[in-house]
Nanobody, 123 residues
Framework: QVQLVESGGGLVQTGGSLRLSCAASRTIFRFNAMAWYRQAPGKQRELVAGITRGGRTNYADSVKGRFTISRDSAMNTVYLQMNSLKPEDTAVYYC?????????????????WGQGTQVTVSS
């Protein structure tokens, strides 16, 4: 069973920062690509950032230069550092994982999703 446990969401003012964390089982973390998606009310879900097991990353254009995805092998955890947050970043953020590396570009939709964590950026 794949378990992804997200944490770190919350309310922040425009220009602020948050760090999302996603803990996975060791086997999943070791062999799978990891990616963060988000979905805002009334909008389609979209890829935010992804990272392969080898550390190759990809970002949505809307977050490049502001967000950083990373993975800690010792902790079996993937992080999303979000800086210079904007109201349009407000969404439910989902941690996802899949064996296919194509998920980090959005070419393939991940098979496994966490429960989501709310990020709200006030103006």
């Amino acid at each position: 069973q794949v378990q992804l446990v997200e944490s770190g969401g919350g309310l922040v003012q425009t220009g602020g920062s948050l760090r999302l964390s996603c803990a996975a089982s060791r086997t999943i973390f070791r062999f799978n690509a990891m990616a963060w998606y988000r979905q805002a009310p009334g909008k389609q879900r979209e890829l935010v950032a992804g990272i392969t097991r080898g550390g190759r990353t990809n970002y949505a254009d809307s977050v490049k230069g502001r967000f950083t995805i990373s993975r800690d092998s010792a902790m079996n955890t993937v992080y999303l550092q979000m800086n210079s947050l904007k109201p349009e970043d407000t969404a439910v953020y989902y941690c996802t994982t899949d064996p296919r590396e194509s998920v980090i570009t959005g070419t393939s939709l991940p098979d496994y999703w966490g429960q989501g964590t709310q990020v709200t950026v006030s103006s």
